[in-house]
């Protein structure tokens, strides 16, 4: 299993990025899916997941109304769109698949700043 995150970068607020995690090797919609981050100086966050089955989707407060979790199942890839970015969104992103053991991805940065 392998999961490749790309898609971050410098952006400023108000900004947007679309992240996307790449899998191969499992079927990302049988399993939950979803994103962490990380700041600087901070523990590792839930940010967005969405469910196998049913596909509900759930987000962290910090990022509701903001942030938008899709999946591609023919893709077998993962995106989430990221908009009105602030400098609190600043961090490494991972994704995740639970396939039931947990595979990462290797993280992308997003620095929003001015």
């Excluded at 392998?2 to 399993?31: E, I, K, M, N």
């Excluded at 600087?40 to 049913?54: A, F, L, Y």
């Excluded at 609190?88 to 991805?105: F, I, Q």
């Amino acid at each position: 299993v392998q999961l490749q995150a790309s898609g971050g970068g410098l952006v400023q607020p108000g900004g947007s990025l679309r992240l996307t995690c790449a899998t191969s090797g499992v079927t990302p919609d049988h399993y939950a899916t979803g994103w962490f981050r990380q700041a600087p100086g901070k523990e590792r966050e839930g940010v967005s997941c969405i469910t196998n089955d049913d596909g509900m989707i759930f987000y962290a407060d910090s990022v509701k109304g903001r942030f938008t979790i899709t999946r591609d199942n023919a893709k077998k890839t993962v995106y989430l769109q990221m908009n009105n970015l602030n400098p609190d969104d600043t961090g490494v992103y991972y994704c995740y698949v639970l396939a039931p053991t947990p595979y990462w991805g290797q993280g992308t940065l997003v620095t929003v700043s001015s």
